[in-house]
């Protein structure tokens, strides 16, 4: 691949890292996210799925190489905009504030008016189907109910980039087929651009329309694969032959890069 910088929103220049306990996260990894992509990272545990996304959002340096945003550094969109939005596994929502204020706390951090934080607190609870809900505390809620506010949260800003990591592995089955869905129903509504990590292959061929296969130690980058399937995704395509194919395509690069490493 040639300059990544050009024509990616996130560039992934011949990155590596190196964490202070000698463990090698990630090594030479070198690709162009483009705009308006769902794309997820699917690996093994510990092939350094988080610690790539975690440069995204100007949370780890690399070692070596660098990490773009709009062929800015990550940390300095941050601190410029409300571009990158983050979402984690779990849902993070302080106790002692409603479903609202927690959906407003980013807002409030960059200034403007209340009533125009609370039209946008609306908006984005209605996206996630909470807007019943506006006044009610998180110990009243259920799991699936959480991470939809953590969403809508990270919604409010109006992100370029949604960042999320796992946000579905700690749900029941239901729930998170629900919220899958409706994160592509969003997803195609704000045309943002997604990353979205994930250990999960049916999840990532259901959402996703790239799939970026990693290996572990040192995690590297195994396979970009585009997935052609149309959206808007059902969760009847499961069955289809195509999905099928899909998956065994992502599986054989996941095993590829297991093998490589027992090798070398
Ligand atoms: N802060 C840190 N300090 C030292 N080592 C770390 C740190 N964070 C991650 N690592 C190590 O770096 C490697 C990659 O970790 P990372 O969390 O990025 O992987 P992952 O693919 O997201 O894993 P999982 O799916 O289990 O969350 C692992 O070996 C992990 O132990």
């Avoid at 006044?135 to 991470?147: E, F, I, T, W």
Wanted: charged content about 25%; some cysteine.
């Amino acid at each position: 691949m040639g300059n990544t910088e050009q024509s990616s929103l996130v560039a992934f220049n011949h990155v590596g890292k190196i964490y202070n306990t000698g463990t090698i996260a990630l090594k030479d990894v070198h690709f162009g996210i483009k705009e308006g992509e769902f794309i997820s990272f699917l690996g093994p545990s510990g092939c350094g799925k988080s610690t790539a996304l975690r440069m995204v959002a100007g949370l780890e340096d690399a070692t070596t190489g660098s990490v773009l945003v709009d062929g800015k550094e990550p940390k300095r969109v941050i601190r410029e905009s409300n571009d990158i939005a983050f979402v984690f596994q779990e849902a993070n929502l302080l106790p002692w504030r409603t479903v609202q204020e927690n959906v407003i706390l980013p807002l409030e951090l960059r200034g403007g008016s209340a009533k125009e934080h609370k039209a946008e607190a609306l908006r984005v609870l209605e996206m996630v189907g909470l807007k019943d809900y506006v006044k009610a505390y998180p110990r009243q809620l259920s799991g699936g109910m959480k991470m939809r506010v953590s969403i809508a949260r990270a919604l409010a800003a109006r992100p370029k980039l949604l960042l999320m990591d796992e946000p579905f592995a700690a749900l029941d089955e239901i729930t998170r087929q629900t919220l899958q869905m409706e994160l592509l129903d969003i997803w195609q509504r704000e045309k943002m651009t997604v990353l979205f990590v994930t250990h999960n292959v049916f999840e990532a061929v259901l959402l996703s329309s790239q799939i970026a296969v990693m290996s572990a130690r040192p995690g590297r980058l195994s396979a970009l694969i585009d997935v052609e399937l149309p959206y808007p995704r059902t969760l009847s395509m499961r069955t289809e032959r195509s999905f099928g194919e899909y998956v065994e395509l992502a599986s054989t690069y996941l095993e590829h890069g297991a093998l490589q490493k027992e090798l070398g």
